[in-house]
């Protein structure tokens, strides 16, 4: 069964700096790109960072949080990171992690975690 179980969310003042995991289950994690999304209140849910497969060295952002957030992965861990920096309250969302592709294109969603920018 595939899961997604990701944590590391919290309170951070703005401008702080948070990082964020996700431990992946269920498939071989080290075939699959894995990419970030994030959910604020009332908007759809978008992309914010991808890492190709197997080595991770192809990555790409959202233009929102380039500069700013890190993507990397460990395949010994099955895990995805995600490197928050200079963090805005407009970064406040629960975020989640996918492996991506047409044969994840089933994959369920984990139960995300939630990152709140706020003085």
């Known amino acids: 069964q595939v899961q997604f179980v990701e944590s590391g969310g919290g309170l951070v003042q703005p401008g702080g700096s948070l990082r964020v995991s996700c431990t992946a289950s269920?498939?071989?994690?080290?075939?699959?790109?894995m990419s970030w999304y994030r959910q604020a209140p009332g908007k759809e849910r978008e992309l914010v960072a991808r890492?190709?497969?197997?080595?991770?060295?192809?990555?790409n952002y959202a233009d929102s949080v380039k500069g700013r957030f890190t993507i990397s992965r460990d395949n010994a861990k099955n895990t995805v990171y995600l490197q928050m920096n200079s963090l805005k309250p407009e970064d406040t969302a629960v975020y989640y992690c996918?492996?991506?592709?047409?044969?994840?294109?089933?994959?369920?969603w984990g139960q995300g975690t939630q990152v709140t920018v706020s003085s």
């Open positions: 996918k492996a991506d592709g047409e044969r994840a294109r089933n994959f369920n």
């Open positions: 269920g498939f071989v994690f080290s075939t699959y790109p």
């Open positions: 890492v190709s497969n197997p080595t991770g060295n192809v990555k």
